[in-house]
Protein backbone atom coordinates (compact mmCIF):
# COMPACT_ATOMS: atom_id res chain seq x y z
CA UNK A 1 0.00 0.00 0.00
CA UNK A 2 1.02 3.12 -1.21
CA UNK A 3 1.66 5.89 1.99
CA UNK A 4 -0.19 8.59 1.56
CA UNK A 5 0.85 12.81 2.86
CA UNK A 6 -1.26 16.00 2.58
CA UNK A 7 -4.36 16.14 0.86
CA UNK A 8 -4.77 12.82 -0.46
CA UNK A 9 -4.10 11.70 3.54
CA UNK A 10 -6.82 14.41 4.72
CA UNK A 11 -9.73 13.23 2.47
CA UNK A 12 -9.20 9.60 3.53
CA UNK A 13 -9.38 10.52 7.33
CA UNK A 14 -12.43 12.83 6.25
CA UNK A 15 -13.87 9.67 5.02
CA UNK A 16 -12.64 7.69 8.47
CA UNK A 17 -14.49 10.30 10.41
CA UNK A 18 -17.64 9.92 8.66
CA UNK A 19 -17.79 6.57 9.12
CA UNK A 20 -17.64 7.11 12.76
CA UNK A 21 -19.84 9.36 13.16
CA UNK A 22 -22.28 7.81 10.55
CA UNK A 23 -21.64 4.33 13.14
CA UNK A 24 -22.65 6.77 16.09
CA UNK A 25 -26.25 8.00 14.74
CA UNK A 26 -26.91 4.29 13.79
CA UNK A 27 -26.70 3.38 17.36
CA UNK A 28 -28.12 6.29 18.69
CA UNK A 29 -31.27 5.71 16.68
CA UNK A 30 -31.39 1.84 18.07
CA UNK A 31 -31.12 2.86 21.60
CA UNK A 32 -33.83 5.60 20.89
CA UNK A 33 -36.00 2.90 19.25
CA UNK A 34 -35.42 0.38 22.14
CA UNK A 35 -33.45 -2.23 20.14
CA UNK A 36 -30.60 -2.22 22.30
CA UNK A 37 -29.81 -0.43 24.90
CA UNK A 38 -26.37 2.22 26.38
CA UNK A 39 -24.88 -0.71 28.56
CA UNK A 40 -24.89 -2.83 25.44
CA UNK A 41 -22.61 0.04 23.92
CA UNK A 42 -20.67 1.82 26.20
CA UNK A 43 -17.23 0.34 24.58
CA UNK A 44 -18.27 0.94 20.71
CA UNK A 45 -19.67 4.34 21.61
CA UNK A 46 -16.15 5.02 23.66
CA UNK A 47 -14.02 3.51 20.72
CA UNK A 48 -15.89 5.69 17.85
CA UNK A 49 -15.92 8.76 20.01
CA UNK A 50 -11.96 8.39 20.50
CA UNK A 51 -12.06 7.84 16.27
CA UNK A 52 -13.90 11.16 15.68
CA UNK A 53 -11.57 12.78 17.90
CA UNK A 54 -7.90 10.96 16.83
CA UNK A 55 -9.30 12.12 12.99
CA UNK A 56 -10.08 15.77 14.47
CA UNK A 57 -6.37 16.18 15.20
CA UNK A 58 -4.68 14.15 12.52
CA UNK A 59 -6.86 16.76 10.55
CA UNK A 60 -5.89 19.79 12.60
CA UNK A 61 -2.28 19.24 12.01
CA UNK A 62 -2.58 19.28 7.91
CA UNK A 63 -4.36 22.17 8.54
CA UNK A 64 -0.62 23.84 9.53
CA UNK A 65 2.64 22.83 8.22
CA UNK A 66 2.72 19.62 9.98
CA UNK A 67 5.27 20.49 12.44
CA UNK A 68 4.27 21.61 16.05
CA UNK A 69 6.64 23.63 18.39
CA UNK A 70 8.04 21.50 21.45
CA UNK A 71 10.37 22.06 24.34
CA UNK A 72 13.59 20.21 23.68
CA UNK A 73 16.67 19.93 25.20
CA UNK A 74 20.27 20.58 24.04
CA UNK A 75 23.31 19.18 25.30
CA UNK A 76 27.20 21.88 25.69
CA UNK A 77 27.74 20.66 22.19
CA UNK A 78 24.07 21.83 20.78
CA UNK A 79 23.28 18.21 19.97
CA UNK A 80 19.60 17.45 21.02
CA UNK A 81 19.19 14.99 24.14
CA UNK A 82 16.66 12.35 23.72
CA UNK A 83 14.61 12.38 27.42
CA UNK A 84 12.65 9.60 28.61
CA UNK A 85 9.68 9.24 31.59
CA UNK A 86 8.52 6.60 33.19
CA UNK A 87 6.31 6.41 36.42
CA UNK A 88 9.07 4.57 39.13
CA UNK A 89 8.12 2.51 42.03
CA UNK A 90 6.99 5.26 44.38
CA UNK A 91 4.44 6.52 41.34
CA UNK A 92 6.45 9.58 40.27
CA UNK A 93 7.57 10.42 37.04
CA UNK A 94 11.23 10.01 36.93
CA UNK A 95 13.64 11.39 33.82
CA UNK A 96 16.20 10.14 32.69
CA UNK A 97 19.01 10.86 29.78
CA UNK A 98 22.16 9.56 28.77
CA UNK A 99 22.14 8.17 31.87
CA UNK A 100 21.17 10.97 34.46
CA UNK A 101 18.13 10.52 36.38
CA UNK A 102 16.05 13.08 37.55
CA UNK A 103 12.43 13.85 39.45
CA UNK A 104 11.92 17.24 37.26
CA UNK A 105 13.43 18.19 34.05
CA UNK A 106 14.47 21.70 35.39
CA UNK A 107 16.20 18.98 37.53
CA UNK A 108 17.88 17.06 34.91
CA UNK A 109 18.87 20.36 33.31
CA UNK A 110 20.70 21.45 36.62
CA UNK A 111 22.37 18.19 36.83
CA UNK A 112 23.54 17.91 33.61
CA UNK A 113 24.29 21.47 32.61
CA UNK A 114 22.31 21.29 29.24
CA UNK A 115 19.44 23.86 28.02
CA UNK A 116 15.97 23.60 27.29
CA UNK A 117 14.63 25.67 24.30
CA UNK A 118 11.31 25.36 21.47
CA UNK A 119 11.90 24.24 17.96
CA UNK A 120 9.56 22.85 15.42
CA UNK A 121 9.40 19.29 14.66
CA UNK A 122 6.93 17.45 12.87
CA UNK A 123 4.06 15.63 14.76
CA UNK A 124 1.32 13.26 14.46
CA UNK A 125 -1.49 11.83 16.75
CA UNK A 126 -0.62 8.50 18.61
CA UNK A 127 -3.03 6.42 20.83
CA UNK A 128 -1.50 5.58 24.57
CA UNK A 129 -3.33 2.83 26.29
CA UNK A 130 -4.54 3.52 30.06
CA UNK A 131 -4.30 1.86 33.41
CA UNK A 132 -4.27 -2.12 33.38
CA UNK A 133 -3.94 -3.79 29.78
CA UNK A 134 -6.66 -5.34 27.59
CA UNK A 135 -9.83 -4.09 27.29
CA UNK A 136 -9.88 -1.45 29.97
CA UNK A 137 -6.38 -0.07 28.74
CA UNK A 138 -8.13 0.56 25.71
CA UNK A 139 -11.29 2.11 27.45
CA UNK A 140 -9.08 4.56 30.06
CA UNK A 141 -6.43 5.34 27.03
CA UNK A 142 -6.82 8.40 24.92
CA UNK A 143 -5.27 9.96 21.67
CA UNK A 144 -2.33 12.71 22.09
CA UNK A 145 0.01 14.75 19.56
CA UNK A 146 3.54 13.31 19.72
CA UNK A 147 7.09 14.16 18.03
CA UNK A 148 6.73 12.16 14.84
CA UNK A 149 9.48 11.20 12.27
CA UNK A 150 8.15 12.31 9.05
CA UNK A 151 6.01 15.56 8.44
CA UNK A 152 3.06 13.92 7.04
CA UNK A 153 2.06 16.98 5.65
CA UNK A 154 5.06 16.96 3.06
CA UNK A 155 6.14 13.41 3.39
CA UNK A 156 9.18 14.54 4.05
CA UNK A 157 11.39 11.96 6.81
CA UNK A 158 13.06 13.88 9.86
CA UNK A 159 13.94 11.05 12.10
CA UNK A 160 14.08 11.09 15.99
CA UNK A 161 17.13 12.62 17.83
CA UNK A 162 19.90 10.21 19.12
Not at 86 to 102: D, E, Q, S
Not at 129 to 149: D, F, K, L, N, Q
Request: glycine share 10%.
Amino acid sequence: MKKLYGAELARIIKEERQRYVAALERRDKRIADGITDEDDCFMSIRVEEQGIRKCDMELSILDTDGTMEIDAIFDTDGNEVFVHSFCNKWRRTTYVARGIFANSISALLKKAGWTQRKINVPCWVHFEGGVGGGMCAVYTGSYRIVRWHTNMLTGEYVGFPN
